[in-house]
């Protein structure tokens, strides 16, 4: 299988990325990188990106009201989305896994990447997102 490189990010979905961008600032003394939206296959969302270590955190806020990010919170609370990972061979990571039955719900491509995601129920209720 294509390999793991590392864990990109961890998303987590909020109702107000500014107010959880404080939060974790506060909290954890996160550093705020960067806020900026993006127009996904998925919905518009406001994705506020925060350095904690060595590690990133992305606060994700719907701006549709029926957007995928608010769908999330209204079944399961404000909390984890989903975590993305980097593999080092897109292409055959995805041959792979779709040879075992799995399937791809969504694929998107990006200026800079190109990613898919896979469903929560084949990951045990985490949806992860695979660039």
């Known amino acids: 299988m ?5 864990i990109d990010h961890v998303a987590i979905a ?12 506060n909290l954890l003394n996160a550093i705020h990188i960067r806020t900026e939206i993006l127009r996904e296959k998925a919905g518009t969302v406001k994705v506020a990106y925060l350095q904690i270590g060595e590690n990133v955190l992305s606060l994700v806020q719907s701006l549709e009201a029926d957007g995928f990010i608010n769908q999330h ?15 080092d061979n897109l292409d055959e990571f995805i041959a792979e896994v779709e040879s075992k039955g799995f399937k791809i719900p969504l694929r998107d491509e990006f200026s800079n990447r ?3 995601v896979l469903r929560p129920m084949d990951a045990a209720g985490v949806v992860l997102q695979i660039l």
């Open 2 to 6: 294509a390999g793991i490189k590392r």
């Open 14 to 25: 909020v109702k107000d990325a500014g107010q959880a961008t404080q939060q974790y600032v």
């Open 73 to 87: 919170i209204a079944k399961h609370g404000e909390g984890l989305h989903h975590m993305g990972l980097e593999v």
């Open 114 to 116: 190109s990613e898919v």
